[in-house]
């Protein structure tokens, strides 16, 4: 009970948070959407790395650990920690700096802006939407997840997503931009602060991890968890094209138009690494060693399916089941309130989507010039209680794991988009039809991976290899093949 | 720069620690995992470096001249 107590104090807190930003709006579409371009330096490295780092951060790379082992940490974290801030360095600042000069608001403002194209621009608005829905039903599944362990099954799993929808969706609503960035910022510092507890004290309950991990090497079923003996190489090399996605996932594009000066990028693409280390490495550490958790009856049970089975289970409560078995309850209250913390970072999506729909489909096809600002920022609104109802009957009935939600449709496909990104920004030659090329290649890739099987893999590379290559490939030759803007476009974009 | 970055992401392919955890650092880490967490420290170092070497101050300039 006193930890529920604490988790809903935190989310009392993110909604007050919210609706003070509301009360500093100025029912501007620029201030609504992109906070007035004002966000400070550090609010900047926090909020977006809370931006980034989701449920699946969380929950889904301790499930992750739970079935595969420390390999999650090489998988997603580590090539993220070199290959994320590099696509801040070279991309951020320059969607930063063509935000600015030109007005934008959105990845697709650029893209209609540089191509010279407009329906062309539709159809990577709807892409780009179709990508970012999975990622809002995972942030739904975690906060359903995490209060029904916290609350000891008190709260189901569809009163805690709707619990946590309704609170999302309410600061996002009233606080756009602003209020997303403050709740992020909040939310980042809270896990940081309580995520290296959790570790000592889960550590300090089964007994230090010394033992654990010695008992774990001494079994010949679970002593594979400790190594990659049992991944192939080429798989792995195929992760690191994940990280890829960062920047295309249009919510972190937008975020980074947000920032006042192009040179709070410095202190976010420094400490971006030294995060994930300190979000990551907790929580793979406590998912492979709950293999060795069995005093924990919901633990015991997942370790008898996966024996019995020899199959991945479904593990993303591992960590929420470490907490509430071995943390007093008041720190479980507090841990808790902590991943929920990151769990809810499904807000920055949201209001993405509200703001890529009034931006890219609203304004683009005349409505704002008819209705006004004010019906654009209301329309936002009424977009964003759409979305995430949607989300939430959707999480409802979701069958995949976080981990593998994540991976198999929003990282392949938004990663697969990183070449129209760098070949909007930095090369002249491209073309509107090479981009519509490699988005209608995108779009169908991600449609045959819904037909295809988990672990799905072509001549051993993880499908986000292909598609992204493909992808590349085509805005190649179908630009090179194609009519270029006109020259006074071009200038305009590689005038520095 | 570029090529030191190239370097640094084929270290993050560490074949030699692919099969054995140990010996296991601090008592507990598995050699892979401790080295990965070591990656992300570098990783970060590296981001410092190409900050400080490489940083595009003339995109700023360009941004903030007046808008079109």
């Not at chain 1, 951020?92 to 063509?98: C, D, E, I, Q």
């Not at chain 1, 996605?245 to 420094?270: D, E, G, L, Y």
């Not at chain 1, 509200?354 to 019906?375: I, L, N, P, Q, W």
């Not at chain 1, 209301?378 to 959707?394: E, H, K, Q, S």
């Amino acid at each position: 009970m006193t930890a529920t107590i604490f988790v809903f104090a935190y989310l009392a807190i993110a909604l007050y948070i919210g609706i003070f930003a509301f009360r500093r709006s100025r029912g501007q579409a620029e201030d609504y959407f992109l906070a007035g371009r004002s966000i400070g330096p550090w609010v900047f490295v926090l909020s977006l790395f809370g931006t980034h780092m989701t449920a699946f951060a969380i929950l889904g790379s301790s499930g992750h650990a739970f079935n595969f082992g420390i390999v999650t940490f090489g998988l997603m974290a580590s090539s993220s920690a070199l290959i994320v801030p590099l696509c801040l360095f070279f991309l951020g600042t320059r969607l930063w700096a063509v935000g600015k000069k030109f007005g934008h608001i959105t990845p697709v403002q650029i893209f209609r802006d540089r191509w010279e194209c407009g329906h062309i621009g539709t159809v990577i608005f709807f892409l780009q939407a179709a990508l970012l829905v999975p990622y809002i039903i995972i942030g739904v599944m975690g906060g359903g997840t995490t209060l029904a362990v916290i609350s000891g099954g008190a709260i189901p799993f569809w009163a805690g997503g709707l619990l946590v929808a309704v609170v999302v969706m309410s600061y996002v609503f009233f606080g756009g931009m602003r209020g997303t960035a403050w709740v992020n910022t909040f939310q980042t510092v809270l896990f940081l602060s309580f995520g290296l507890v959790a570790v000592l004290i889960i550590s300090n309950g089964m007994g230090g991890f010394a033992n654990v991990a010695e008992r774990l090497l001494a079994d010949p079923r679970t002593s594979p968890l400790l190594s990659r003996e049992k991944f192939s190489p080429l798989a792995f090399l195929s992760y690191t094209f994940n990280p890829l996605s960062a920047i295309a996932f249009p919510h972190i594009a937008i975020f980074c138009m947000t920032a006042k000066h192009m040179r709070q990028f410095k202190k976010t693409v420094i400490f971006y690494p030294l995060c994930i280390l300190l979000i990551w490495l907790p929580c793979v550490c406590l998912g492979a060693f709950a293999n060795q958790a069995t005093e924990v009856p919901a633990i015991a049970a997942k370790l008898a399916e996966k024996a019995t089975t020899m199959r991945p289970v479904v593990a993303d409560d591992v960590m929420l089941r470490l907490l509430a078995h071995y943390a007093p309850e008041w720190l479980a209250g507090l841990l808790g309130a902590g991943i929920m913390a990151a769990v809810m970072a499904s807000d920055s999506q949201i209001l993405a989507l509200s703001t890529m729909f009034t931006e890219d489909v609203f304004a683009f096809y005349g409505a704002r010039e008819k209705f006004g600002e004010k019906a654009q920022v209301a329309t936002g609104r009424l977009f964003i209680v759409i979305v995430t109802a949607f989300a939430y009957f959707t999480a409802l009935n979701a069958k995949a794991s976080i981990f593998d939600l994540a991976v198999q449709f929003s990282f392949a496909g938004f990663s697969a988009m990183l070449p129209l990104y760098i070949a909007a920004l930095f090369w002249k030659g491209s073309t509107k039809w090479g981009a519509l090329a490699a988005t209608l290649w995108t779009s169908c890739c991600t449609i045959a991976l819904f037909f295809t099987p988990r672990g799905f893999t072509i001549a051993g590379l993880s499908p986000v290899v292909p598609m992204t290559i493909g992808a590349a490939l085509l805005i190649w030759l179908v630009s090179i093949a194609t009519p270029k803007p006109s020259q006074q476009t071009v200038d305009r974009y590689f005038s520095v | 720069m570029i090529f030191v970055l190239l370097v640094y992401y084929g270290l993050h392919q560490d074949f030699w620690n692919w099969t054995s955890a140990r010996p296991l650092v601090f008592g507990f880490l598995p050699a892979g995992l401790a080295y990965h967490a070591a990656y992300t420290i570098g990783a970060s170092a590296l981001m410092a470096l190409l900050v400080r070497r490489a940083w595009p101050a003339k995109l700023e300039a360009w941004a903030d001249e007046e808008a079109d």
